[in-house]
């Protein structure tokens, strides 16, 4: 059973940057491709971007692709989301998510283990 645990969220303006972290443990990090949604209330959960096991392979919406970047330390067991250039909209509880021996899916259907979620606040 694999545990994950964000970290990271916070208020910022407009304009900046925050980094999420998602440390995982109880499973082979190593083994599963990474994930980052968000969600904001009475809306569905949104793909933000993914990452293959190894990290050779990154993929972004649309929405965020040029201002987030998402990478992995397989020997730190933990996916990190670079924000840049942030935007009211961008506002949300991020979740990060892992895909057992998957090679980092855009829906949120193939994901195994999810964490909690950290809150991201961007003001204008």
């Known amino acids: 059973q694999m545990r994950l645990v964000e970290s990271g969220g916070g208020l910022v303006q407009a304009g900046g940057s925050l980094r999420l972290s998602c440390a995982a443990s109880?499973?082979?990090?190593?083994?599963?491709?990474m994930g980052w949604f968000r969600q904001v209330p009475g809306k569905e959960r949104e793909f933000v971007a993914a990452?293959?096991?190894?990290?050779?392979?990154?993929y972004y919406a649309d929405s965020v692709q040029g201002r987030f970047t998402i990478s992995r330390d397989n020997a730190k067991n933990t996916v990190y989301l670079q924000m840049n250039r942030l935007k009211p909209e961008d506002t949300a509880l991020y979740y990060c998510?892992?895909?057992?021996?998957?090679?980092?899916?855009?829906?949120?259907?193939?994901?195994?283990?999810w964490g909690q979620g950290t809150q991201v606040t961007v003001s204008s």
């Open positions: 998510a892992a895909q057992r021996y998957g090679t980092g899916a855009v829906e949120s259907k193939p994901y195994d283990y």
């Open positions: 109880g499973g082979t990090f190593s083994s599963y491709a």
């Open positions: 990452i293959s096991r190894r990290g050779v392979s990154t």
